[in-house]
């Protein structure tokens, strides 16, 4: 079985705060994580992918991941939020190997406020 | 180079009427996904194209969805007697599945609304 929660659907920060967007998910296999974001009327953008080399993955727009697997967690974070991050954020699994099985969260809206 | 690509970019259409919705992938991408995005909802999947395999196709809501992948390259999804309820935006997306890379790349995107 496999899923992904992203616990909050929407996360209202201040501009120059931090964000934090969270995601557990469940996996009977070694899973690949990747977040997801999507801009109001844009197409869905790779922000970053954890695939089982380091725990710490950095990505785009200063955003980061970290995963924890005791946690079964893959939390965004960002350490100063600006207007251009107000968008809705996914956290996907993709099941490792082989036969590939897609699972999006159902996303999280974020605003960033002045 | 060029991303994944989706026609037409809107579509309206009378309930009844079928529909097709064709993706291109991006060149060399083996694996070829559909999803549906309704209002305020998150990504459901629709069907995933690996290669020669035969599709998953798990996440289709009813018979009248259907998907070929033409040549391992072009994709159409088809809608038969459309329903208001398929009004969504309908995403596809392609990767390097099987050769160590898992990420997808989206198209723009289908709109599609049924009067």
């Known amino acids: 079985a496999q899923s992904v929660t992203q616990l909050d659907s929407h996360v209202s920060v201040s501009e120059g705060t931090p964000v934090l967007l969270r995601c557990n998910y469940s996996s009977s296999y070694s899973p690949s994580l990747f977040w997801y974001v999507q801009h109001p009327n844009k197409g869905l953008q790779l922000l970053l992918k954890y695939t089982s080399a380091a725990t710490l993955v950095k990505g785009i727009n200063g955003f980061e991941a970290e995963f924890k697997k005791s946690e079964t967690s893959f939390h965004l974070t960002k350490p100063s939020a600006h207007m251009s991050d107000a968008a809705e954020y996914f956290c996907v699994v993709i099941r490792s190997g082989g036969y590939q099985k897609v699972t999006f969260g159902i996303g999280t809206k974020l605003q960033v406020i002045p | 180079g060029a991303g994944v690509s989706q026609s037409p970019s809107n579509k309206v259409t009378e309930k009844g009427k079928d529909v097709e919705l064709r993706c291109d992938p991006i060149s060399g991408h083996t694996a070829l996904y559909w999803y549906r995005q309704s209002l305020g909802q998150g990504l459901e999947f629709l069907i995933y194209?690996?290669?020669?395999?035969?599709?998953?196709k798990s996440g289709l809501p009813s018979d009248r969805f259907s998907a070929e992948r033409t040549g391992g390259s072009v994709s159409t999804l088809t809608i038969q007697r459309t329903q208001q309820e398929d009004s969504a935006v309908y995403l596809c997306?392609?990767?390097?599945?099987?050769?160590?890379?898992?990420?997808?790349?989206f198209g723009p995107g289908t709109r599609l609304t049924v009067t």
């Open positions: 997306a392609s990767s390097l599945a099987g050769q160590g890379t898992y990420e997808q790349y």
């Open positions: 194209f690996q290669g020669n395999s035969a599709p998953d």
